[in-house]
């Protein structure tokens, strides 16, 4: 059975820094990408970064670029969202999720992932 657990996630100040990791069980995932997503409360869930099966690729949607980093561990099993100068507009609960399908290019649609963690909360005061 797969199991994706995300840790990491807290109250911070704005302008402050967090580091979400999300270890994935259950099979190896070495061959797919993997993705972080976050809904803010009355919003729809929307795509923050993803990474490549060797993470040589990473993207990002335009509102975090140059702030967060995307990284993985395949040897772990394990992505990292390293978030840094958060902004009281990143508050939200952050996901991360597999897509366990050959690598074809970037997806940013939810619907596309496979499997997902529980979520973590983030919370950046003003």
């Known amino acids: 059975q797969v199991q994706l657990v995300e840790s990491g996630g807290g109250l911070v100040q704005a302008e402050g820094s967090l580091r979400l990791s999300c270890a994935a069980s259950g099979r190896t995932f070495r061959n797919y990408a993997m993705g972080w997503f976050r809904q803010a409360p009355g919003k729809e869930r929307e795509f923050v970064s993803t990474?490549?099966?060797?993470?040589?690729?990473?993207y990002y949607t335009d509102s975090v670029k140059g702030r967060f980093t995307i990284s993985r561990d395949n040897a772990k099993n394990t992505v990292y969202l390293q978030m840094n100068s958060l902004k009281p507009e990143d508050t939200a609960v952050y996901y991360c999720a597999i897509r366990s399908r050959p690598w074809l290019g970037v997806t940013t649609t939810s619907s596309e992932y496979d499997y997902w963690g529980q979520g973590t909360q983030v919370t950046v005061s003003s």
């Open positions: 990474i490549t099966p060797s993470g040589g690729g990473t």
